[in-house]
């Protein structure tokens, strides 16, 4: 069964996204602190009224236990869609949590329009769009 609650965006959501993508600019990845899942979370807290972070750190703070919160849900994928939802094949629009090919960049990050924002192992990194390989609705 999904957690999923219904989210509606704050009238000045993009702002609010941008300002926690520059928030992050500078800081260093780190297991349930400044990692991919946590940096999605921050920016849908801040575009809606969710307390996605709060939740989603409580269940880890490192990589080991983060790695358990994964497995415990049978793969990244499935453990955000259970905070957002089914996963989509469709094309994002600004302010909507993404899949992207993991690599060693990161897997899960933030639509800003053209490009896409999310913490890797280097820090905050943008990838072009195209990358997208699943959408969840924010």
């Known amino acids: 069964m999904e957690w999923v609650r219904a989210m509606v965006r704050r009238h000045d959501w993009a702002a609010r996204m941008f300002d ?4 992050h600019q500078n800081r260093a990845f780190e297991w349930g602190s400044a ?3 946590l940096f999605v979370a921050r920016v849908i807290d801040a575009m809606t009224d969710s307390d996605l972070e709060a939740q989603i750190s409580a269940r880890y703070s490192d990589e080991a236990s983060a790695l358990r919160f994964i497995a415990e ?3 990244l994928e499935d453990a955000v869609s259970f905070y957002l939802g089914d996963l989509q094949a469709v094309s994002p629009q600004r302010g909507d ?3 992207i090919h993991g690599g060693e960049d990161f897997a899960v990050g933030v639509c ?3 490009s896409v924002a999310g913490m890797g192992p280097r820090g905050l990194h943008l990838i072009p769009v195209s990358e997208v390989i699943g959408v969840w609705k924010v």
Do not use: F, I, K
């Not at 926690?20 to 928030?23: G, I, K, M, N, R």
């Open 20 to 23: 926690v993508v520059t928030a």
């Open 35 to 37: 990692d991919c899942c």
């Open 73 to 75: 849900h049978g793969s």
């Open 97 to 99: 949590a993404v899949l």
């Open 112 to 114: 800003l329009g053209g």
